[in-house]
């Protein structure tokens, strides 16, 4: 009979190793899928664009890379938005450009949801959209 001894430390260090196996993984995909959503997200003044972050992080048993705009407005544009209307008063108030801009509703938006896209294009795994 074989006896076969398994070497924790160096399985530890293949797993959790920034330069090895699944981290670089990880690591490229998350990469792979910030320059795609870059590449691919709308642009009007740039700004959502240029607040792409992306981050791999290790909590043990689960290697987590994110990719995100953190721009106020990106879910809006990920993911649209129903009509908006005025609750305590008549009107919208709001600035676009440093102008005040005044408006009985704002119209719905269909979304764009290039972050989704880019991981679907980047990543070599299934993905699935839980439905929010």
Do not use: C
């Amino acid at each position: 009979m074989a006896t076969v001894r398994y070497n924790q430390a160096n399985i530890f260090r293949l797993l959790h190793s920034p330069a090895e196996g699944p981290h670089r993984k990880v690591s490229s995909v998350t990469r792979k899928t910030s320059a795609i959503a870059k590449a691919t997200v709308k642009v009007d003044t740039g700004r959502l664009k240029n607040t792409h972050t992306e981050s791999v992080t290790d909590e043990g048993t689960l290697l987590r890379g994110r990719v995100a705009a953190t721009a106020d407005y990106a879910l809006a544009v990920h993911q649209g938005h129903k009509e908006i209307l005025p609750v305590n008063g008549n009107v919208l108030v709001f600035r676009v450009n440093g102008q005040l801009v005044y408006a009985k509703r704002v119209r719905a938006t269909k979304g764009d949801p290039w972050l989704v896209n880019a991981l679907k294009t980047a990543s070599p795994w299934p993905v699935v959209v839980n439905p929010t």
